[in-house]
């Protein structure tokens, strides 16, 4: 019973080694829908949808064609601006290259769990060059991640806060920041293409965007246990990264955990021996 204790000990100490960002996105132009977070552009030749939500900000694209001819879209000529740098939605190859490790168990009993790790690697593709939206009709297009981890931020930008949990669990605390478009950490475009085709000519409909983080919260607990952070909102995202306490705490985690199993397998057996 003791060895199983210090097993659900050592289980909880490797997932609380991590940081974690949530970011609240807003927009000075484009209009955001307050109650879902989706940022939505409407004329009377288009409806388009920006979506945000997950690790890392996937950029999600939703353009609905209003008019009684075809829209298209370039994405070689479409692309996602940080900076001076632009990255095209166009077909190219992304790496894939990351490392996992974890423990996971069914039930209450060591002999559930399980160890796992190992490495992941790929690619992915992004869209293809053109897409063609028949009238009346909408596509949807997932695009590039906005950040690729944690987001650095000048130290006396972020105050510490004391959060109540209206649950009555113990109240935590957390480094967070409101940011105006001047000082925010991050800000991006989206500059997309498109064309119509009217009487046989096509004629040029380009669209851009800018977005920029108008809040940051960091803290060490897991997003969604938090209340900075709602899975279905379209402007909130998180990143995260092991601390490097944790990266030392999940290895030497791991070998201890093994040598709890191997302790509790030696308790069975010499138990039903005797």
Known sequence: MKNVFILGSLICLLSACSKYQIH???SLKTPKDEQTGDFIIKNDTLEMVYKFKGEN????????NKLNEPLYVNWKKSALIIGDKAFSYSGNKIGLNADYNGASGTGLYPSDLQIQSGK???TATLPDEIAFIPPHAKIEKKLLSVTTGLIPFVSDSLKKIRVSQANGETSYVVKASRF??????LVFKSYITLYLEKDKNLQLLPREDEFYISQSVITGRKPKS?????ASRSDVFYNYKP??????????GGVAILGVLGAVTDESASGKTK
């Open 180 to 185: 105006s478009r001047e000082n925010s950490p």
């Open 120 to 122: 992941i690697t790929g």
């Open 243 to 252: 601390t490097g306490y944790g990266k030392t705490m999940a290895v030497a």
């Open 226 to 230: 938090t209340e900075f952070y709602n």
């Open 57 to 64: 900000g996937p950029l999600e694209v939703q353009i609905k």
């Open 24 to 26: 609240t996105l807003s």
